[in-house]
Structure formats: C-alpha cells, structure tokens
C-alpha cells in the first residue's frame, strides 16, 4: 500500500478534517486549488459550496484555483485554514 498525501483543514469553530488527496507525489505535485476544494466541499453540509469556501495557508488566500498547491508551498500534513464567505456586505 502506498503513501496517502493527506493535508489538515481547520474550520470556523476549530474543527479538524484530514483531507486525502492522491497516492503518489507526481499527483500531489499537479494538485491544484480548485480541487482541493473540491475535496473539503464533498465533506461539507450540502449548504456549503465552492463559491463560499475560502483557503488560508500560511497567511496566504488561496485564490486562482487553476494555480497548484506547490505554488503555495503546500507539503504533505500542511495546515490550512477555512473560512465561509457570508453573502451581503455594504458597498460604499
């Protein structure tokens, strides 16, 4: 059995999730943004969706879900933080 890549996400209330990603380092190092989000979403209530979903590693957003997670610095077991982005807000 080989390597599980895995990274942890931690949510609004502290919560901890260990997302699986891939089995080998060639597909961890093209693993990208959007489907890391994927993953977390597909482990979400159904309320929550990808256009809510905000990513933080190491004070970074992660936006630009076409760019990869090396891009980032992202390593197997890295902490990463989600946030929801609430709808409404005043535009001044």
């Not at 502290?14 to 190092?29: A, I, R, S």
């Not at 989000?37 to 979400?44: D, H, N, Q, V, Y």
Request: proline residues 2%.
């Amino acid at each position: 059995m080989g390597k599980i890549y895995q990274v942890v996400v931690y949510g609004l209330r502290g919560e901890k999730m260990v997302v699986d990603l891939c089995n080998t380092d060639e597909q961890f190092k093209k693993m990208t943004v959007l489907q890391l989000k994927e993953k977390i979403a597909e482990r979400l209530p159904g309320t929550a969706g990808l256009e809510t979903l905000r990513l933080i590693f190491a004070d970074k957003m992660l936006d630009g879900n076409e760019l990869l997670l090396s891009d980032f610095g992202i390593q197997q077991q890295s902490i990463i933080q989600m946030v929801m982005r609430v709808p409404g807000g005043l535009i001044a």
